[in-house]
């Protein structure tokens, strides 16, 4: 979906520069309606299918318009293992560029272990909404959760714009929520510093318009979790995450 920088004259690319030699262009509008023709023809036979775009770093709106997802971070796979991760994707890039919400289209992170894990890339992803590509033995016991749940009827609440809702005690320490008032909530818990933690997380379950009395559970680890006046305490690795299933206590 990114077109090709090209000076083939024959096919009509390029231009005469003053000098004589052929200069480059873009060919934007026949890259346009190239993905304009694979999308109608994927979807005439299969109105369910997909046209993924495999674009890592290269958000080109006019061709990406016209994919069901797009895949994005091949470009840090030859980055070697060491640096921070958030030193090579800031949070507030990752939520320019990766999670979809400003293009129209769907994302997936992509991470080839390199220069961290793939365990690692999810405790950033999750934060946004955002799965990993490919880790699928974490993520089958996360969208078996997240079925049971009922997903799709609750409000997704990120950790840049939830806190009326919860908090933690440490800036290091990021919560985003699924939240079902009345019917429980999940929530992803993420330690991003470079050292291990026990995360102190406090939820408002009044303005989260949930029952005094709940439970919860690590989801990830399929263990229950005390809970005590809405606040949890868990340990975490660095770059680690947990999804807390907090629910009424009678379910």
């Not at 873009?26 to 299918?49: C, D, L, S």
């Not at 699928?136 to 840049?160: I, K």
């Not at 929530?187 to 939820?203: D, G, I, M, Q």
Request: glycine share 8%.
């Amino acid at each position: 979906a990114n077109p090709p920088e090209c000076g083939n004259t024959h096919h009509g690319c390029g231009y005469v520069k003053a000098d004589g030699s052929i200069g480059t262009a873009y060919p934007i509008f026949a890259t346009r309606e190239m993905m304009k023709r694979i999308y109608t023809i994927v979807k005439r036979h299969n109105p369910q299918g997909q046209v993924n775009v495999h674009q890592s770093t290269c958000m080109t709106i006019p061709t990406l318009a016209f994919a069901t997802s797009y895949w994005d971070g091949e470009q840090f796979g030859s980055i070697d293992r060491g640096p921070n991760a958030l030193d090579v994707l800031p949070l507030d890039a990752f939520r320019c560029e990766f999670m979809g919400h400003n293009w129209g289209v769907p994302a997936e992170s992509l991470c080839y272990n390199r220069p961290y894990t793939q365990h690692e890339a999810l405790a950033f992803t999750l934060l946004h909404d955002v799965l990993v590509r490919g880790a699928l033995d974490e993520q089958t016991v996360l969208w078996r959760a997240m079925d049971e749940f009922g997903r799709a009827e609750a409000d997704w609440l990120p950790y840049w714009e939830n806190a009326p809702y919860v908090a933690t005690d440490s800036r290091d320490v990021k919560v985003s929520l699924y939240n079902r008032p009345g019917k429980g909530l999940l929530a992803v818990v993420s330690n991003l510093a470079s050292e291990p933690c026990t995360a102190r997380v406090a939820f408002d379950l009044r303005r989260l318009e949930q029952p005094t009395g709940m439970k919860a559970t690590r989801v990830m680890r399929q263990s229950p979790l005390e809970l005590r006046d809405g606040v949890v305490e868990l340990p975490l690795g660095p770059f680690d995450y947990e999804v807390l299933w907090l629910r009424p206590a009678g379910d």
